[in-house]
């Protein structure tokens, strides 16, 4: 079985401010939650590299969001794909107001 391409992966400004921002929001409360959910992300963002298409299309935009599971609720990784480099838009908890 041919293995799969894995393509470029740039995160954006935004987007590393984000994983900053989210681990820090869990880290004075549950140092190794914080731990575990930026290593679920990173987890997410291979596959994506992996695999672009995952992600769902957003409706008349060519970004793509994915869930990434993680306790009661989870995260959305919002990325753009061009055929040759994925683009880590922003992510944000399930719960935030966006």
Not at 5 to 28: G, H, V
Not at 39 to 48: D, R, V
Not at 61 to 88: C, H, K, N, T
């Amino acid at each position: 079985m041919p293995r799969s391409r894995t393509y470029t992966l740039i995160w954006s400004t935004a987007a590393r401010a984000d994983l900053i921002r989210l681990r820090q929001f869990i880290e004075p409360h549950n140092p190794e939650a914080a731990r575990r959910a930026a290593q679920s992300l990173k987890k997410a963002t291979q596959l994506i590299q992996q695999h672009p298409g995952i992600g769902k299309r957003l409706e008349g935009r060519q970004d793509r969001e994915l869930f990434v599971p993680f306790g009661q609720r989870g995260y959305i990784v919002r990325y753009r794909f061009d055929g040759e480099a994925i683009v880590i838009l922003k992510i944000w908890h399930g719960l935030e107001e966006r």
